[in-house]
């Protein structure tokens, strides 16, 4: 086992044995090349997900085993882009945006139990799915999809079909994410201006705004413990993760750094956020505590 792989292995059993105290920053990854979309792949914790661009116009899906440090690809054979996946609560189904040509993008449902996989294809010209968001119960799939001059959120069977429009509103609609016992999605929104953002209930009604910035809060990822919503936002002037609890109060920065973090990522415990940072001058994944 090489050092670095060993450090991953050590991260590991930090999260296992649940440390109460605040810990420093960990670097998960050390190869520097641009990531994005970070996901665990197991209910445990033991796997990572995210993109990695691996040519200069392929992003590709890459697995990280946390006790081991070992990094692969999760297709290694696919030549198509890869990237955005959303995985199950159960680990069962992995959803993610796989590119057909030409930046026309399809949703990717498969079903990591048995092998098979439905989609979704990209419309005509440049468009296509974004953003995919598993329900806790796995019934449903949401997603944003560009239509009629605006981008909407979309909402479809585990299995791609009866797609139908869940939310219609003005501007851009994108990044779902469910509440843990899927009665709510919060999602980021420019309706009103600037990317904000709402909450809702899972059948698209009863829309809130939960955050009202002049800058932008983007990306929000539900808790596992449904307490708090991690978001990215630029709000201090620099790109940093911060937190808000789903009625809009409590809010907290996360990370304060010169160089940009995204993509936050909780773990199943909800402690703690696996984040994209640029910090070190190079793109990597790490491990930050959200107290």
């Not at 048995?114 to 799915?129: K, L, R, V, W």
């Not at 139908?164 to 779902?176: A, E, M, Q």
């Not at 009202?212 to 978001?231: L, N, T």
């Not at 009625?247 to 696996?274: F, K, M, P």
């Amino acid at each position: 086992m090489n050092r670095s792989h060993l450090c991953v292995a050590l991260i590991a059993g930090l999260w296992l044995t649940q440390l109460s105290f605040a810990a420093e920053p960990i670097r998960l990854t050390t190869d520097g090349r641009v990531k994005r979309d970070p996901v665990f792949l197991k209910p445990d914790g033991s796997e990572l997900l995210f993109s990695v661009l691996d040519q200069p116009k392929q992003l590709r899906l890459m697995k990280l085993t946390l006790a081991s440090g070992k990094v692969e690809p999760l297709h290694p054979d696919e030549t198509r882009s890869e990237f955005e996946p959303a995985v199950s609560r159960d680990g069962r189904y992995l959803a993610f945006v796989q590119n057909r040509g030409n930046l026309s993008l399809a949703l990717v449902i498969k079903d990591l139990m048995n092998g098979t996989q439905a989609d979704i294809p990209p419309g005509g010209g440049f468009s296509g799915m974004h953003s995919p968001a598993i329900a806790p119960d796995n019934s449903r799939v949401l997603y944003s999809y560009p239509e009629e001059g605006r981008q909407h959120l979309f909402a479809t069977g585990i299995d791609a079909k009866q797609p139908t429009r869940l939310v219609d509103s003005s501007g851009v609609n994108n990044w779902p994410s469910f509440s843990p016992d899927g009665r709510q999605v919060v999602f980021s929104s420019t309706r009103d201006g600037d990317y904000d953002l709402y909450v809702m209930k899972s059948d698209g009604t009863d829309v809130r705004r939960l955050t009202e910035s002049p800058k932008q809060d983007i990306r929000p990822r539900w808790s596992p413990d449904g307490r708090r919503i991690a978001f990215t936002s630029n709000r201090d002037g620099n790109y940093e993760i911060y937190v808000v609890t789903p009625d809009g109060a409590g809010l907290s920065r996360i990370t304060n750094h010169a160089e940009q973090d995204d993509y936050a990522c909780w773990h199943h415990e909800s402690r703690r956020l696996v984040i994209v940072s640029e910090r070190d001058g190079h793109q990597d994944l790490w491990l930050v505590d959200a107290p």
